[in-house]
């Protein structure tokens, strides 16, 4: 079992900036992949951005290239979502997912464990 916790949410202005961060514990060990995914009021469910558990690999969505970067704490056994130069499209109830292969990544059901999210809203 993995047990996940998202902080970080909140309101902020376009153009503005937010941290997202995934607390991890459990049985990391046997995790291979972490993502972030969000889902919008009336929208599915979309990728967001992933990184390898030894943080060699990396992906991100189209729409958040450039914006948006996936780090890994060890430290702390956090993973990471910095978000800059935020837009009001990336509304959204975003989600910290652990998964056991890195491969199919951009796809939720790749993942065994999930977050419970946090909101973030982008006023315009």
């Known amino acids: 079992q993995v047990q996940l916790v998202e902080s970080g949410g909140g309101l902020v202005q376009a153009g503005g900036s937010l941290r997202l961060s995934c607390a991890a514990s459990?049985?990391?060990?046997?995790?291979?992949?972490m993502g972030w995914f969000r889902q919008a009021p009336g929208k599915e469910r979309e990728f967001v951005a992933a990184?390898?558990?030894?943080?060699?690999?990396?992906d991100y969505a189209d729409s958040v290239k450039g914006r948006f970067t996936i780090s890994r704490d060890d430290t702390k056994n956090t993973v990471n979502l910095q978000m800059n130069s935020l837009k009001h499209e990336d509304t959204a109830v975003y989600y910290c997912a652990a998964g056991r292969t890195w491969f199919q990544r951009r796809l939720g059901s790749a993942y065994d464990y999930w977050g419970q999210g946090t909101q973030v809203t982008v006023s315009s």
């Open positions: 990184l390898s558990w030894s943080g060699s690999n990396y």
């Open positions: 459990g049985r990391t060990d046997r995790t291979f992949a």
